[in-house]
């Protein structure tokens, strides 16, 4: 079973509409990572979070850390065609190095 | 800018073959790792490097090894592909701490035949 859950699997909204995706672990996680990931290419990093309760913003992206540590949600706002990719969450949950990725949610966004 | 590069994008081999995919990081991170991303079952760590010449495996070491011979190059070596090791390999790297985000290259995507 996967440790860290993604939901949804996939996504198609249109242009404009906000969304959210979740990522949900039954551990507590020192570290909570946001990453996009283009079609057959590397992931770009977009957030961290560290601290229960934790939010931040880049652009129409907001991410946030629940208090327990143990599931975050990536909401945007007026969705672009620009977003559209394959969003994963990565986590640390050991206090190391190692990190664990979720399957990730494919976003798509029709013009 | 932050920058790893990966030595391809793409790379056919056959079964047997001796495989080296290469990964240089010009942030002067300590720590560089090597996963595979497979449909349905996400990324997986092979091996990580937490400095030079210093490797720890990861879930999924078998059939792969690694060397790190300078800080900024980090190498994974397939020493006798197999169809089951076709898949998309993703290298990245780390500051010092164990919290610092991980900054990814673009991906080697490998077919073995």
């Known amino acids: 079973s996967q440790e860290l859950e993604q939901s949804p699997q996939s996504l198609i909204v249109q242009e404009g509409k906000n969304l959210t995706i979740n990522c949900t672990s039954s551990?507590?996680?020192?570290?909570l990572y946001w990453y996009k990931q283009k079609y057959g290419e590397g992931l770009i990093f977009l957030m961290m979070l560290q601290k229960g309760g934790e939010e931040k913003s880049h652009e129409k992206i907001t991410a946030k850390l629940d208090e327990k540590k143990q599931q975050s949600s990536l909401h945007i706002t007026a969705s672009q065609p620009s977003h559209a990719g394959i969003y994963l969450c990565g986590a640390d949950i050991t206090g190391t190095y190692k990190y664990i990725f979720g399957t990730g949610t494919r976003l798509k966004v029709l013009a | 800018d932050v920058k790893v590069t990966q030595s391809s994008r793409y790379l056919v081999k056959r079964t047997g073959e001796k495989v080296f995919l290469e990964c240089v990081q010009d942030?002067?991170?300590?720590?560089m790792f090597w996963y595979r991303q497979d449909p349905g079952l996400g990324l997986r760590l092979i091996y990580f490097?937490?400095?030079?010449?210093?490797?720890e495996k990861g879930d999924i070491p078998e059939g792969y090894s690694v060397s790190r011979e300078k800080k900024e190059r980090f190498s994974l070596i397939l020493e006798s592909a197999s169809t089951n090791q076709t898949s998309m390999y993703l290298c990245a790297s780390s500051g010092g701490r164990p919290w610092d985000e991980q900054y990814f290259g673009p991906g080697t995507r490998l077919t073995v035949t």
């Open positions: 490097s937490y400095d030079v010449k210093m490797k």
């Open positions: 942030m002067d991170h300590e720590n």
């Open positions: 551990k507590t996680l020192y570290g």
